[in-house]
């Protein structure tokens, strides 16, 4: 972007034209501006896809957690009644030892079938104690598991809290900026310009009549009243990166000009808005680009009067600095 700036405002400097060569580098360099600034619109609506994916795989968790809180009540219910038939069990072995000492003295053939039972009984025992153990360590492994749950989604919701927050952190920058570049500018509405926000920018539009006569570069008195305006406010946020765009219609610049075509024409007229922003302001220079689209942007495409007066106009860009905010939202 500085190579950018440098090489633009040099060529401003050492004449009216802008040679064949540098106005196709200025060309690749508009290209590569507009293709960040596409990326940053790409970025934003990813950002937007990321938040509603996270929501459904937080609902989608919690879904998970309700059937393993559902299967741990299950178990914890089993584990009662086996508790329970345990207990039965011990009873029973406490009755049938007491039975054995008893008959002990007895018959030999009772005394071997209550051995016998009593063997199964305990068998019987030691299998239900097993299960239980079993359910104990599957109750346990559950709970961890809602655990681990309960840490993951609130882990992603305080993500996506702080997603929310970021997202919204950057809109109230730009409407922040909005309000106070059409304050700055409010004596001037109705004469040709616009305060807008789009594609996480603020663009200020200046329609022809507010800067130029027709063919010229020259900046009107109240054209730079107004850009004068707008460069102490652009002055106390030095975090705001400005483009300023040149645009004309479709209609051929007359020959015999020393301005070759209409977009060397924006070129030139956007250069003279810099100088004027520049002028006393303490904006660095290294904040500003400089661009001229010529007649290939249009608002409206139509071939009217009306369309082509729309068409003829100049763009300042304000980009607000996000990089630490998307750096937050990237770790």
């Known amino acids: 972007m500085r190579k950018i700036i440098i090489?633009?405002?040099?060529?401003?400097?050492?004449?009216?034209?802008?040679?064949?060569?540098?106005?196709?580098?200025?060309?690749?360099?508009?290209?590569?501006?507009?293709?960040?600034?596409?990326?940053?619109m790409a970025e934003n609506e990813h950002l937007t896809v990321e938040n509603r994916e996270m929501?459904?795989?937080?609902?989608?968790?919690e879904r998970q957690q309700e059937k393993i809180v559902q299967d741990s009540i299950r178990i914890h219910k089993k584990?009662?009644?086996?508790?329970?038939?345990?207990?039965?069990?011990?009873?029973?072995?406490s009755d049938l030892?007491?039975?054995?000492e008893a008959l002990l003295r007895g018959n030999a053939r009772e005394t071997r079938r209550l051995l016998?039972?009593?063997?199964?009984?305990?068998?019987?025992?030691?299998?239900?104690?097993?299960?239980?153990?079993?359910?104990?360590?599957?109750?346990?492994?559950?709970?961890?598991?809602?655990?681990r749950l309960q840490a993951e989604l609130e882990a992603r919701n305080a993500?996506?809290?702080?997603?929310?927050?970021?997202?919204?952190?950057?809109?109230?920058i730009l409407e922040e900026l909005k309000e106070k570049v059409a304050k700055a500018l409010l004596g001037f509405e109705g004469q040709g310009l616009t305060v807008t926000r789009k594609d996480g920018k603020v663009y200020v539009s200046l329609q022809e009549k507010l800067l130029f006569k027709?063919?010229?570069?020259?900046?009107?008195?109240?054209?730079?009243?107004?850009?004068?305006?707008?460069?102490?406010?652009?002055?106390?946020?030095?975090?705001?990166?400005?483009?300023?765009?040149?645009?004309?219609?479709?209609?051929?610049?007359?020959?015999?000009?020393s301005i070759k075509d209409n977009w060397d024409l924006s070129v030139l007229r956007a250069t003279s808005i810099v100088r004027i922003?520049?002028?006393?302001s303490g904006i660095d220079p290294k904040r500003l680009t400089v661009a001229g689209r010529g007649e290939y942007l249009p608002v409206d495409p139509a071939k009217t009067p009306e369309a082509r007066r729309k068409n003829r106009r100049t763009e300042i860009i304000l980009s607000p600095d996000f990089t630490e905010i998307f750096r937050i939202l990237d770790l």
């Open 7 to 40: 090489i633009v405002f040099g060529t401003a400097l050492l004449g009216s034209c802008v040679p064949s060569s540098e106005f196709s580098q200025l060309s690749r360099k508009s290209n590569t501006l507009q293709s960040e600034r596409d990326d940053l």
């Open 55 to 61: 929501k459904a795989r937080i609902d989608d968790v």
């Open 79 to 93: 584990v009662g009644e086996l508790q329970q038939q345990i207990a039965q069990l011990e009873r029973k072995y």
């Open 97 to 100: 030892e007491s039975t054995h």
């Open 116 to 147: 016998n039972e009593l063997q199964t009984t305990q068998e019987n025992l030691t299998k239900k104690e097993q299960l239980l153990k079993e359910l104990e360590a599957s109750v346990n492994n559950q709970r961890q598991d809602v655990n």
């Open 159 to 172: 993500r996506l809290m702080e997603m929310d927050e970021m997202l919204h952190q950057k809109d109230r």
């Open 214 to 257: 027709s063919g010229s570069t020259t900046v009107d008195p109240n054209g730079v009243r107004a850009l004068r305006q707008l460069s102490v406010v652009l002055a106390k946020h030095p975090d705001i990166n400005i483009m300023i765009e040149g645009h004309t219609d479709d209609v051929p610049f007359r020959k015999g000009s």
């Open 277 to 280: 922003l520049l002028d006393g």
